[in-house]
């Protein structure tokens, strides 16, 4: 079987309550977690419903359990929203995340360096240096914006 088509099988099963199921194994700092614990996150009244997602996500390959009853994370599958979020200590982030953090911090080292310089040059340099301001905040607030969205999007 060609990775296309498994990557497509996985995408196909993975939906509403499993994709949940697998995102609380994502979200999950070492990667493990139980069935009960699991349903408490989800808050869904009955284990067995979650237990029955973690035999369909063990028959896909992407997690494995131990005698003891917890669920580890074999392998991490981008489908759907997932494709844009990577995970850090258990956490996940939208990539435009990095670019928000990255394009913030440049523009207030840009407001903290310049400002004081460029006041002092006179009119016609304040409204040049106003006019990047501008520019470069209503970038900021766009890439924070759609960052926001997609996290609100992933709905684990």
Known sequence: MSQNS??????????????????????????????????RKLNIKHPSIVLYHLQKLEELGLVYHTNTGAYYLVKEVKVGVMRLFFRLHGVLFPRLFLYSVLLSTMVIIYVCVYTQPMLSLGPGWILGYATSLLISFIACGVLWFETIMIWREKQF
């Open 6 to 39: 498994a990557d497509s099988e996985i995408e196909s099963k993975l939906t509403g309550t499993t994709r949940r199921v697998y995102g609380c194994l994502l979200e999950s700092p070492d990667g493990q977690s139980g069935v009960r614990e699991i349903a």
